[in-house]
T-cell receptor, first 112, second 114 residues
């Protein structure tokens, strides 16, 4: 069966450190993968997209890697801040490109 | 900025009631989506629409229907609400570009069915 897995346990890190979140998938061959941020009680907000032919993408303190052989994406936040505390969702393009299938998300807590 | 609005932030209904959830987007997007989000299960697609009057079932359409009479508006209908439909409902829209399909989400409606 098709599956997208993100670590369900919350990730707690200290301010200033790099946070690394993982998204693993099976039985998909997505053309691209997206990462979203979701704050409590709000809808997800798009952060980054990486295509299957790209290894790495950066945006300010964010970096995403995409390994189609391992079927894995890593999402990094460098110099993390308490304001980065949120749930981060990965989403794969499935079913013709207009549909996204989301992982369950990983909650990140950045502590002072 | 894309804006997606949902008619209610919080809604409480009784079992058996007919429930309408409305979603409006202001960016002339062609695609619109309805998801529900539950702890441990993540976002699950209920229905989506590529165009006015067009709809397609997502992963969990049972117990739901949708309506898209105008491009900017996509309604989710619970014909006879049940307690297992208590959830956070999220609407999203996107414009198909062929290369990316970033989805823009509304703030969500937390529905409680008693």
């Amino acid at each position: 069966s098709q599956k997208i897995e993100q670590n369900s346990e919350a990730l707690n890190i200290q301010e200033g450190k790099t946070a690394t979140l993982t998204c693993n998938y099976t039985n998909y061959s997505p053309a691209y993968l997206q990462w979203y941020r979701q704050d409590p009680g709000r809808g997800p907000v798009f952060l980054l997209l990486i295509r299957e032919n790209e290894k790495e993408k950066r945006k300010e303190r964010l970096k995403v890697t995409f390994d189609t052989t391992l079927k894995q994406s890593l999402f990094h936040i460098t110099a993390s801040q308490p304001a980065d505390s949120a749930t981060y969702l990965c989403a794969l393009a499935t079913g013709g490109g207009n549909k996204l299938t989301f992982g369950t998300g990983t909650q990140l807590k950045v502590e002072l | 900025d894309v804006k997606v609005t949902q008619s209610s932030r919080y809604l409480v209904k009784r079992t058996g009631e007919k429930v309408f959830l409305e979603c409006v987007q202001d960016m002339d997007h062609e695609n619109m989506f309805w998801y529900r989000q539950d702890p441990g299960l993540g976002l699950r697609l209920i229905y989506f629409s590529y165009d006015v009057k067009m709809k397609e079932k997502g992963d969990i359409p049972e117990g739901y229907s949708v309506s898209r009479e105008k491009k900017e508006r996509f309604s989710l209908i619970l014909e006879s609400a049940s307690t297992n439909q208590t959830s956070m409902y999220l609407c999203a829209s996107s414009n198909p570009s062929g290369l990316t399909d970033t989805q823009y989400f509304g703030p969500g409606t937390r529905l409680t069915v008693l």
